[in-house]
């Protein structure tokens, strides 16, 4: 017998490959309601991938060796983005340095990945959830069950931006694969209207989205391995780029010194043995005297390192930080 990952037998992939063939490929004329049309091909998510053309005669091991060659090909689109990403950190840099906000706006995987980046930045970097924020197509419903209709509503992306008083201080992020979701060009023209910074995330180049904002960002992931089925290179990518972008504004902000998480908020244990260990590592003392400064400081790593680098006391501490806008790095 084979090994179990490997499948079927070589009769039963001669069997696949066989059907395969007869079937009608993606270009095949397509007939209905008594005329002939073509099937689309406008977005290049929405095409058929060569490379998985057979993917379903496929055994296990095969059929995960094709998502993970696919998957690696993420980075490198990437990559070729990273001038446009860096225009993206730092329209996101001026925008928080003058009292603004970063607001995510997608449906579907777009939207929940915003979501995701969003909230991780309070615990991650100590900042207020009003500043980094998510919004998606069809509420928080959308985050557990899918509300595909949700993101056809133009009106909805505007009016949904509008609830969150978007306005020239503001960044919107707006995300989507295929780039033609109404509800997120809708949200983007609305930011636009507001005069807030504009940038899009998508993996069609030349689609309607990357008309709609001043920034685009477009790395070209291709067709995917499942046709259509953006949640996985197109989603990928758009994680890469959003943990790019929050990490990067934060760096620039003084929320991270060298490459410690000073602004982490120790709300569990995990988190508080990382704090102590953040101060123990750049003060040199040992973890009991890191714990104390910790809990003098009311558990705010910057404060408490302050204390530990400087041998003030939790005031003093306080006014230095607040003197130097919180940057460690300026206080070196």
């Excluded at 929940?112 to 615990?123: F, K, Q, S, Y």
Aim: some cysteine; hydrophobic content about 40%.
């Amino acid at each position: 017998m084979p090994p179990e990952g490997e499948g079927r037998s070589v009769v039963s992939h001669a069997r696949a490959r066989t059907a395969a063939r007869k079937r009608p490929s993606s270009s095949a004329i397509l007939k209905f309601s008594g005329r002939k049309r073509r099937s689309s091909t406008s977005a290049i998510t929405e095409r058929h991938n060569p490379a998985s053309r057979e993917w379903d005669a496929g055994g296990t091991l095969a059929i995960l060796r094709l998502i993970h060659a696919q998957d690696a090909r993420v980075p490198a689109a990437v990559q070729a983005q990273i001038p446009n990403i860096a225009r993206a950190v730092d329209a996101a840099v001026r925008a928080l340095r003058r009292g603004g906000r970063i607001i995510y706006v997608g449906a579907g995987t777009s939207g929940r990945l915003g979501v995701l980046d969003a909230a991780e930045c309070p615990p991650t970097f100590g900042v207020s959830p009003q500043t980094v924020q998510a919004v998606i197509a069809g509420g928080p419903r959308a985050l557990v069950q899918a509300v595909e209709a949700a993101e056809d509503d133009r009106a909805q992306g505007r009016r949904d931006l509008a609830a969150r008083k978007v306005g020239p201080r503001d960044i919107v992020i707006g995300l989507s694969a295929s780039g033609r979701t109404p509800y997120t060009l809708g949200a983007l023209a609305y930011a636009r209207s507001r005069r807030a910074a504009t940038v899009a995330i998508t993996s069609n180049p030349g689609s309607p989205i990357t008309r709609a904002a001043r920034i685009s960002i477009v790395p070209p992931t291709g067709p995917e391995i499942l046709a259509g089925s953006t949640r996985m290179k197109a989603a990928l990518a758009q994680k890469m780029i959003l943990h790019m972008i929050s990490t990067s504004v934060m760096v620039r902000l003084g929320h991270v010194y060298k490459n410690y998480m000073v602004g982490v908020r120790p709300t569990n244990r995990k988190l508080v043995e990382r704090a102590v260990n953040i101060l123990a590592d750049l003060t040199g003392v040992n973890a009991n005297s890191a714990a104390r400064a910790l809990r003098d400081s009311g558990n705010d790593v910057k404060t408490a390192f302050v204390m530990l680098r400087r041998g003030v006391n939790l005031e003093a501490a306080r006014d230095l930080l607040r003197r130097h806008g919180g940057d460690l790095r300026a206080m070196d």
